[in-house]
């Protein structure tokens, strides 16, 4: 199927390095512009007609300064030719560009975020060729341009920005490393005041991109955005000074985007209906066609789970039940808690805090160091309890912050979302996979407990359980629902009057003829495995470990005796509970046989195929079963 646009019209413009564009350039570079600015529109709303998510705003803004400095590396300009884009979730716009300039066929802009396509939500290298440097994680970008400007002294280095990615502590330091050695850096960053959580002047007033990068000694040049003649200036100015250069492109966000330009709802996919209105307005009948046939296609029912019941987030639970244990609370207890976002509320579960109890909800911006010291800062005081919530990828961001808490005794509760695999779509760099890691005492220091609830009950049990207690808490979700764990009967397991239990395992179901023990997104997955096993008279026993760091002796002196335990999990392999389980089983005297299943593999695009692709689907734990029994 061809793309729905004509790309053909693309001109790969030149220009000489100078801050003049005559009308016929600016025409053309203008005409470019619109056309890539369309491309990225139209993938990006069929990943939305196809249910993939997505990032429109962000790839669609930086269009015009992204056109500009490839117009003057191609016309000569000494700027080194890798493309850096610290704000990798803009990763539709490298894909654009890379289809007009002919290092991707155009056909293949279908398939952004699909499994298999190489264009995952965020840019690897490893997947496509016209990628030359993978990016996600906010924060990262600046600190590696520095180290390339100083391999490549003769180059101007370019790195495209954000307002929101420069509140990451790395930014600071990159700054004054530039600064210090006269790095021939350009930061070019879409200053448009919008991140996921709202606009910036309000949340953090005082937060100023000129002041600060100014203040870092590097030289900062102001220009509007959508003014080509104004931001060619500013780059060719940049691009001239000596040494350490900013230019700030200020613009409403996805200017000209109906209903949600200027809106932090566009730094996600753009809504079918804004879509179909921008691509009407400018005639690509045909893309609109295809939109509609997309949209109408109908996907087949995901295979019911044996054992499972009705589909929850686990995500936004937590952030209900954290407020209906604040519910409980008086006032005066209430404001001795404070919750504290990094940008991601409403993917953490904190927005029904912020508008339930604003007075226990501080909005910190993109910075998840500073937030998690915050919070734990608070959580030092006398009857305090700090609060800090983000994506599970970024705990290995806040390790040494973690270490740090822990020394000073703080009351700190921890939920980081999307662990593991499962509908990551936005690939490797977004990949939960080393939990483990927040678990690093001494043997005879402060604990610190790790808990992975398997189903939306259980979030709730354990957040109302764990919220009064002292010290470290950490609890992690997935990103896609689960559904609930039943009991033999066909009950919620964890519904009713299930009280949660710290360190305790759980038998889900008994078996004589081995055990597998999983936790949180794997256990329905296993639990499937094993009904389709007693379906056949194969007796083979399930149990759910919520507390991952912790050994219940009880449960381990059971397991050790049966002929075989399989460890499931969608962690990484080399970093989760299988070590230890296997470690836990060998200093007991323990020697069933033994198998370990979790991530191993980098991301491959995709939602659900994503559990699959790491070989973790029932189908996968079933057969490892049947391996361990014929052992």
Same mark, same amino acid.
């Given at each position: %199927?061809?793309?729905?646009?004509?790309?053909?019209?693309? #001109?790969?413009?030149?220009?000489p390095l100078e801050p003049e564009l005559d009308e016929a350039k600016l025409a053309q570079l203008e005409s470019d512009i619109t056309l890539l600015r369309d491309t990225i529109i139209t993938l990006t709303a069929i990943a939305r007609a196809r249910g993939l998510g997505g990032h429109t705003g962000g790839p669609y803004d930086i269009?015009?300064?992204?056109?500009? /400095?490839?117009?003057?590396?191609?016309?000569?300009?000494?700027?080194?030719?890798?493309?850096?884009?610290?704000?990798?979730?803009?990763?539709?716009?490298?894909?654009?560009?890379?289809?007009?300039?002919?290092?991707?066929? &155009?056909?293949?802009?279908?398939?952004?975020?699909?499994?298999?396509?190489?264009?995952?939500?965020?840019?690897?290298?490893?997947?496509?060729?016209?990628?030359?440097?993978?990016?996600?994680?906010?924060?990262?970008?600046?600190?590696?341009?520095?180290?390339?400007?100083?391999?490549? &002294?003769?180059?101007?280095?370019?790195?495209?920005?954000?307002?929101?990615? *420069? %509140?990451?502590?790395? =930014?600071?330091?990159?700054?004054?490393?530039?600064?210090?050695?006269?790095?021939?850096?350009?930061?070019?960053i879409d200053d448009n005041n919008v991140t996921i959580a709202g606009y910036p002047d309000r949340y953090l007033p005082g937060f100023d991109l000129e002041r600060t990068l100014g203040g870092h000694g590097f030289a900062v040049f102001p220009a509007e955005g959508e003014d080509a003649r104004a931001l060619l200036a500013a780059i060719?100015?940049?691009?001239?000074?000596?040494?350490?250069?900013?230019?700030?492109?200020?613009?409403?966000?996805?200017?000209?985007?109906?209903?949600?330009?200027?809106?932090?709802?566009?730094?996600?996919?753009?809504?079918?209906?804004?879509?179909?209105?921008?691509?009407?307005?400018?005639?690509?009948?045909?893309?609109?066609?295809?939109?509609?046939?997309?949209?109408?296609?109908?996907?087949?029912?995901?295979?019911?789970?044996?054992?499972?019941?009705?589909?929850?987030?686990?995500?936004?639970?937590?952030?209900?039940?954290?407020?209906?244990?604040?519910?409980?609370?008086?006032?005066?207890?209430?404001?001795?808690?404070?919750?504290?976002? $990094?940008?991601?509320?409403?993917?953490?579960?904190?927005?029904? @805090?912020?508008? *339930?109890?604003?007075?226990?909800?501080?909005?910190?911006?993109?910075?998840?160091?500073?937030?998690?010291?915050?919070?734990?800062?608070?959580? $030092?005081?006398?009857?305090?309890?700090?609060?800090?919530?983000?994506? #599970?990828?970024?705990?290995? %961001?806040?390790?040494?912050?973690?270490?740090?808490?822990?020394?000073?005794?703080?009351?700190?509760?921890?939920?980081?979302?999307?662990?593991?695999?499962?509908?990551? #779509?936005?690939?490797?760099?977004?990949?939960?996979?080393? =939990?483990?890691?927040?678990?690093?005492?001494?043997?005879?220091?402060?604990?610190?407990?790790?808990?992975?609830?398997?189903?939306?009950?259980?979030?709730?049990? @354990?957040?109302?359980?764990?919220f009064p207690e002292p010290g470290l808490r950490f609890v992690f979700s997935n990103r896609s629902k689960l559904p609930e764990i039943l009991d033999i009967a066909g009950a919620p397991l964890h519904g009713g009057d299930y009280r949660f239990e710290p360190g305790r395992d759980e038998i889900v179901r008994e078996g004589d003829a081995?055990?597998?023990?999983?936790?949180?997104?794997?256990?329905?997955?296993?639990?499937?495995?094993?009904?389709?096993?007693?379906?056949?008279?194969? $007796?083979?026993?399930?149990?759910?470990?919520?507390?991952?760091?912790? /050994?219940?002796?009880? %449960?381990?002196?059971?397991?050790?005796?049966? &002929?075989?335990?399989?460890?499931?999990?969608?962690?990484?392999?080399?970093?989760?509970?299988?070590?230890?389980?296997? #470690?836990?089983?060998?200093?007991?005297?323990?020697?069933?046989?033994?198998?370990?299943?979790?991530?191993?593999?980098?991301?491959?695009?995709?939602?659900?195929?994503?559990?699959?692709?790491?070989?973790?689907?029932?189908?996968? @734990?079933?057969?490892?079963?049947?391996?361990?029994?014929?052992?």
């Amino acid at each position: %199927m061809a793309f729905p646009l004509d790309l053909s019209g693309f #001109s790969r413009l030149k220009l000489p390095l100078e801050p003049e564009l005559d009308e016929a350039k600016l025409a053309q570079l203008e005409s470019d512009i619109t056309l890539l600015r369309d491309t990225i529109i139209t993938l990006t709303a069929i990943a939305r007609a196809r249910g993939l998510g997505g990032h429109t705003g962000g790839p669609y803004d930086i269009v015009p300064e992204v056109l500009i /400095v490839d117009a003057l590396r191609d016309g000569g300009a000494a700027i080194h030719p890798e493309f850096f884009d610290e704000a990798g979730h803009r990763a539709a716009l490298q894909y654009a560009r890379g289809a007009l300039r002919g290092g991707l066929p &155009p056909e293949q802009l279908l398939h952004y975020r699909e499994y298999d396509s190489g264009l995952a939500g965020h840019p690897e290298k490893e997947l496509l060729d016209c990628i030359d440097f993978s990016s996600g994680r906010l924060g990262h970008a600046a600190g590696h341009v520095n180290g390339v400007a100083l391999a490549c &002294p003769e180059q101007a280095v370019v790195m495209f920005g954000s307002d929101g990615s *420069q %509140m990451e502590g790395n =930014n600071a330091e990159a700054a004054r490393l530039a600064v210090a050695n006269g790095l021939n850096v350009k930061w070019i960053i879409d200053d448009n005041n919008v991140t996921i959580a709202g606009y910036p002047d309000r949340y953090l007033p005082g937060f100023d991109l000129e002041r600060t990068l100014g203040g870092h000694g590097f030289a900062v040049f102001p220009a509007e955005g959508e003014d080509a003649r104004a931001l060619l200036a500013a780059i060719v100015a940049a691009l001239q000074h000596d040494g350490p250069a900013a230019v700030l492109c200020r613009r409403t966000m996805g200017p000209g985007v109906p209903q949600l330009e200027g809106t932090p709802q566009l730094h996600d996919v753009i809504t079918l209906a804004a879509a179909r209105e921008y691509l009407a307005a400018r005639s690509h009948d045909t893309a609109l066609a295809l939109l509609d046939e997309i949209e109408g296609e109908t996907a087949a029912p995901p295979a019911k789970m044996l054992g499972s019941g009705a589909t929850g987030a686990c995500r936004k639970q937590f952030g209900t039940a954290l407020a209906g244990v604040l519910a409980e609370l008086s006032a005066d207890e209430r404001q001795r808690v404070r919750a504290f976002d $990094s940008d991601l509320e409403g993917s953490v579960g904190l927005t029904v @805090v912020r508008e *339930q109890f604003p007075e226990c909800f501080t909005s910190g911006g993109v910075q998840e160091r500073g937030n998690l010291l915050a919070a734990a800062g608070f959580g $030092s005081q006398p009857d305090c309890q700090g609060v800090f919530a983000t994506f #599970s990828a970024f705990l290995e %961001m806040v390790i040494s912050e973690i270490t740090m808490s822990r020394l000073n005794e703080c009351n700190l509760l921890c939920h980081f979302s999307h662990a593991g695999v499962d509908a990551m #779509s936005d690939n490797t760099c977004h990949f939960g996979l080393n =939990n483990f890691f927040a678990d690093n005492y001494v043997d005879e220091g402060t604990p610190t407990a790790l808990y992975f609830p398997a189903d939306v009950h259980q979030m709730d049990a @354990v957040i109302r359980r764990v919220f009064p207690e002292p010290g470290l808490r950490f609890v992690f979700s997935n990103r896609s629902k689960l559904p609930e764990i039943l009991d033999i009967a066909g009950a919620p397991l964890h519904g009713g009057d299930y009280r949660f239990e710290p360190g305790r395992d759980e038998i889900v179901r008994e078996g004589d003829a081995g055990w597998i023990v999983s936790y949180g997104d794997m256990l329905h997955r296993c639990l499937h495995v094993v009904e389709t096993l007693r379906a056949e008279g194969i $007796s083979v026993g399930l149990v759910n470990k919520p507390t991952l760091n912790v /050994v219940d002796e009880k %449960m381990l002196a059971k397991l050790g005796k049966a &002929p075989f335990i399989l460890v499931v999990e969608s962690l990484n392999r080399r970093t989760g509970l299988g070590i230890r389980y296997g #470690s836990w089983l060998l200093e007991r005297g323990f020697a069933p046989r033994y198998g370990h299943m979790g991530t191993t593999r980098p991301g491959n695009c995709g939602q659900a195929e994503q559990i699959a692709h790491q070989r973790l689907a029932s189908a996968d @734990v079933e057969a490892r079963v049947r391996e361990l029994l014929a052992a």
